[in-house]
């Protein structure tokens, strides 16, 4: 599949990688929770999550030679991406997951499209439209119903910092890798993903490496992780964030936490109360409402008429 074709089905396409995409990162808290059962620690987690990601999406680009002709300034942006965006978010989000529940995270990570959308309309990346904005309102608060349904325990101040600051790290990440990965997404997520490897190998140096003498089927998991929700779900979502752009994508990636919930209740038996029921409704709802003809996906400033520090990066 070449991930940069164009064409009149351009939008929906785009809007269909960015849902498999977020069902893609949405199963990867299943599978960590498998994973941490058969003695998975989280270094060794984030170690062979993007080792395993970086090598073959590394392999793949190499074989199609995507990795060719590429500027400096792309692979460094795509490295330092991984590296330091990449890597710090999911330092914050999985500390956060040290000291609150995951439904309590996921519901304070998941303010992230509003913040996108707010700064995808302040530096003129995209138009502010009614339907747009009704929809991150109506989309959040599917989402609240649906992990607040889930919710349990006090509230820890630092875990939720940690977890606001992923979100806002995240969105720093969205909008970064909307100026650089159209050139080829492909190309961009292998550099993401090596760069994110190289930050957790250098912390592995320091501190020693993770113990990976785990049970085979801990490795299942892993891989999984690594093929389904990394590789998978960051190709997906760069092809369809150079589609639809930032806003759209982040809006339809909010089905992601609706995604955990429901796989946790289908793996683990947990039942979905009428709340969350209700507020999967209205998430999902909330996508077609964003899909339906005349959408927002039409918002995007056109290239001549976006600032020109805002442009594309090749």
């Known amino acids: 599949m070449d991930l940069n074709n164009g064409g009149p089905d351009t939008g929906r396409m785009g809007s269909i990688a960015c849902l498999l995409s977020a069902v893609g990162f949405g199963v990867m808290a299943v599978f960590a929770k498998l994973a941490y059962d058969d003695g998975v620690s989280l270094e060794a987690l984030l170690l062979v999550r993007f080792g395993l990601a970086g090598l073959l999406l590394l392999l793949i680009a190499q074989a199609r030679g995507r990795l060719r002709g590429l500027g400096r300034q792309a692979v460094v942006a795509g490295l330092l991406m991984g590296a330091v965006g990449y890597a710090l978010q999911a330092g914050l989000y999985f500390a956060a997951l040290t000291r609150v529940d995951a439904s309590q995270v996921a519901l304070v990570f998941s303010v992230y499209p509003l913040l996108v959308m707010v700064m995808a309309v302040l530096t003129r990346r995209e138009r502010a439209t009614r339907r747009r904005s009704l929809g991150v309102v109506v989309a959040l608060g599917g989402v609240a119903l649906v992990l607040g349904g889930a919710s349990s325990g006090s509230f820890d101040l630092a875990g939720s910092a940690c977890a606001l600051g992923s979100a806002v790290v995240y969105t720093c990440y969205i909008l970064v890798g909307d100026r650089v990965a159209g050139a080829d997404p492909l190309a961009f997520a292998t550099l993401v993903c090596c760069g994110a490897f190289g930050t957790f190998g250098v912390w592995s140096a320091v501190h020693g490496v993770p113990d990976l003498g785990f049970a085979a089927q801990g490795w299942l998991w892993l891989a999984l992780i690594a093929l389904v929700s990394t590789v998978g779900a960051i190709l997906l979502f760069f092809a369809g ?30 039942s979905l109360s009428l709340q969350q029921a209700l507020g999967g409704a209205l998430v999902l709802g909330t996508v077609l409402v964003v899909q339906w003809p005349g959408g927002s996906t039409g918002a995007r400033v056109a290239p001549q008429q976006a600032a020109p520090e805002l442009r594309s990066v090749t």
């Open 241 to 270: 964030l150079a589609r639809v752009g930032p806003s759209v994508a982040a809006l339809l990636s909010i089905v992601e936490p609706v995604v955990t919930v429901a796989s946790a209740a289908l793996v683990f038996g947990e």
